[in-house]
């Protein structure tokens, strides 16, 4: 177990971002779903909006650390992809 005073606080620091970060995710991946479900009802304005919802969160997470850049690129890439194909047909 963890005894020195430093450790046990940097476990602390780890637990509160464990749950911050997990939050996050947790929401940007509801919010794509949205964008999803908006797609498949093929609903562009609603798609649109919900699209524009992740472009935001997945940026937030990008600028806190807890996405990579390039992930958040790809992921909003293929929404946006499936998105303009519905606009398309």
Do not use: F
């Not at 970060?21 to 964008?35: C, G, P, Q, Y």
């Not at 909006?49 to 390039?70: D, F, M, P, T, Y």
């Amino acid at each position: 177990m963890i005894i020195h005073p430093s450790a046990i606080k940097r476990h602390r620091q780890s637990l509160k971002k464990r749950a911050k970060n997990k939050e996050a995710k947790s929401r940007i991946r509801t919010l794509i779903k949205k964008v999803h479900q908006a797609i498949e009802a093929k609903n562009r304005e609603v798609a649109s909006l919900h699209l524009r919802e992740v472009n935001r969160a997945l940026g937030k997470a990008v600028s806190q650390g807890i996405l990579k850049r390039n992930t958040a690129s790809r992921w909003l890439s293929r929404l946006a992809r499936s998105a303009s194909q519905l606009v398309a047909a």
